[in-house]
């Protein structure tokens, strides 16, 4: 009687990472072609595809076919995008929180009291990148040279 493989938790964590990196390539392949599936097909042909992609991509064969279907269900792995499966800066931000459309007619004729009041005022860009720590004191060191400066030459009056 054969026993199966067993593996306890140091023989998986020292191995994680391969078996992250293949099963996130696999399932972004599976969730690629999930989502291009044909009315006639059922999980199972998109899992063989899937298996016939990954070889070709990779140049060996998935062998982490148990350990995906325990993390597939897991949230994180739900909708792992892929390369090709690249989405736009607008609707990634759009879906983070409420982002004005550009395509937003003004009419700059009007009066400003015709001005709808779900348009706010426009406030400013915030400042630049802030100055460093050595820049500001060197800053201020040369405020100070300058403010001596004054100060002696005044006194020589």
């Not at 998986?12 to 690629?32: A, D």
């Not at 595809?49 to 993390?71: D, G, S």
């Not at 915030?126 to 500001?136: E, L």
Request: glycine share 2%.
């Amino acid at each position: 009687m054969k026993k199966q493989p067993y593996w306890n938790i140091d023989m998986l964590s020292c191995k994680w990472t391969t078996i992250s990196r293949r099963c996130t390539k696999f399932n972004g392949i599976f969730m690629r072609l999930e989502s291009q599936r044909q009315s006639d097909a059922n999980d199972f042909d998109v899992y063989k595809a899937a298996r016939e992609q990954y070889q070709v991509e990779m140049c060996h064969a998935f062998e982490f076919e148990k350990i995906w279907e325990i993390v597939r269900l897991d949230p994180k792995w739900n909708n792992t995008l892929t390369s090709g499966e690249e989405q736009s800066k607008r609707s990634r931000n759009s879906s983070l929180f409420d982002v004005s459309d550009a395509r937003t007619n003004i009419d700059f004729n009007t009066d400003t009291n015709d001005i709808p009041d779900d348009i706010e005022e426009i406030s400013p860009p915030p400042p630049g990148r802030p100055v460093g720590r050595d820049k500001a004191k060197r800053a201020q060191r040369h405020v100070d040279e300058i403010n001596r400066r004054e100060q002696e030459f005044a006194e020589r009056k």
